[in-house]
């Protein structure tokens, strides 16, 4: 949450060609009502479920062939399934942006249901790290440049 995957995703499709879903928008989409609202009403664990859904959903449309690059939500990777789904279905890129940068980017968001108390965002992105860490490739996020991290990615040379 915070560390630019949408802008970061967005630029690096633009640059090979491929289309851009971003997760949460998609569920968003799909539900009629915001991720926020999601939350409040429903419950995190209904979200879940439903950006698991949309999760499988995309990963048919890479099996059939079209190419996509994806922004999962921040706790999209902790469930054991949907990272099974990428791991087997595409490359993992973890973007690794410090605290500081993204308490910065979202001292503002009153939009991101898991990021309005500053204590708690704290206590996810340290209990969400060693998820994180599974994926294939770390990227570290050293400024708010998404050029620089579409850079670092195509330097690994995964396409």
Not at 9 to 31: P, T, V
Not at 35 to 53: A, N, P, T
Not at 97 to 122: G, M, S, V
Request: glycine content about 8%; proline content about 4%; some cysteine.
């Amino acid at each position: 949450m915070g560390c630019g995957k949408s802008t970061v995703g967005a630029a690096l499709a633009e640059e090979i060609g491929w289309r851009f879903l971003d997760l949460d928008d998609e569920i968003e989409r799909g539900e009629g009502v915001t991720i926020s609202e999601i939350f409040e009403s429903r419950g995190e664990q209904e979200f879940r479920r439903l950006e698991s859904l949309a999760l499988e959903r995309c990963v048919r449309s890479v099996q059939s062939g079209h190419p996509w690059v994806v922004s999962l939500g921040g706790g999209a990777f902790l469930s054991e399934e949907n990272f099974q789904l990428v791991a087997n279905n595409g490359v993992s890129i973890w973007l690794d942006c410090p605290l500081p940068a993204i308490e910065r980017r979202l001292a503002q968001a009153n939009h991101r249901p898991l990021a309005r108390d500053p204590q708690r965002l704290r206590e996810l992105f340290h209990r969400r790290r060693p998820s994180y860490a599974r994926a294939e490739h770390r990227i570290e996020i050293a400024s708010d440049d998404a050029a620089a991290a579409v850079t670092q990615i195509l330097a690994l040379s995964l396409l």
